[in-house]
């Protein structure tokens, strides 16, 4: 049963009416969440609008099939980090159970200066072996000299971050599934990583529902749909869940709106 938490999300259900019915139909039974907020994060780029922490935690509170403990909420964590800081805070007051780990800085050499030019020593780190077996010497030899052209502005090598939550949450939703602790089951994620847990899950009996956006869903999970599993395009609750400035320059592009 869906009971608004807040006047704005009353307000917004009246004309999302729909909406709503779905959502009230997809959370039949006890549900737990699975949000994967490094891969929910990106989309934003896509939809052209950002997924609200305090917002999202509030409209999933006003369905009563979801309990106050069972939306878990996994993200990394960067010491010193604003951005990060500022996750982090946001979820531990928005109440969700929140998963964290530190996020993994790796660095990687680009210095070109011992290796030949049509070494793929380098390229190795970057470009997949099935793809770069099949560039021809001279491409080879261009992108090892744009790794020259990074030296020679003092750029020797480039840190990357990963912090990569895929077997916790496969973990954490067999574990309750094992408990029982769920009939429905919802991940916000669309890494082929989950095809396993989730054809597992439904093979008890469970309900899967993923939350994602379009053309942001793995192939692999893409083809569990005729087994069960359902997707929900997220752009339906943007209006619930968006950033407050954004929710009120809706519809119109030249005040930064996302063309829909």
């Not at 099935?130 to 502005?153: H, P």
Request: proline fraction near 3%; aromatic fraction near 10%.
């Amino acid at each position: 049963m869906f009971t608004p938490k807040t006047d704005r999300i009353k307000e917004i259900a009246i004309d999302k009416k729909d909406v709503v019915d779905q959502l009230d139909g997809l959370f039949s039974g006890p549900t737990c969440m699975y949000i994967d907020y490094a891969n929910v994060r990106p989309w934003s780029t896509k939809l052209g609008w950002h997924v609200d922490i305090k917002r999202l935690k509030q409209f999933l509170d006003s369905f009563s099939t979801i309990g106050p403990d069972s939306v878990n909420f996994y993200n990394g964590y960067l010491v010193g980090n604003e951005r990060s800081e500022k996750e982090k805070t946001e979820s531990e007051n928005a109440k969700y159970v929140l998963r964290t780990k530190p996020v993994k800085i790796m660095s990687f050499s680009i210095d070109v200066s011992s290796i030949r030019s049509d070494a793929t020593i380098l390229l190795d780190q970057f470009v997949k072996r099935a793809l770069l077996k099949n560039y021809d010497i001279s491409t080879i030899e261009y992108l090892n000299a744009r790794f020259g052209d990074m030296n020679k502005r003092g750029i020797l090598a480039i840190e990357d971050m990963k912090c990569n939550f895929d077997v916790e949450i496969g973990v954490d939703m067999l574990l309750d599934c094992e408990r029982n602790n769920a009939e429905v089951f919802a991940l916000w994620s669309g890494d082929s990583d989950f095809a396993d847990p989730i054809e597992k899950l439904m093979s008890a009996g469970k309900k899967v529902v993923l939350f994602a956006t379009a053309r942001k869903v793995s192939r692999e999970l893409s083809e569990l749909t005729p087994k069960g599993l359902m997707i929900f395009d997220i752009q339906k609750i943007r209006d619930f869940i968006c950033w407050k400035k954004e929710l009120e320059r809706k519809g119109d592009p030249s005040k930064g709106a996302p063309k829909l």
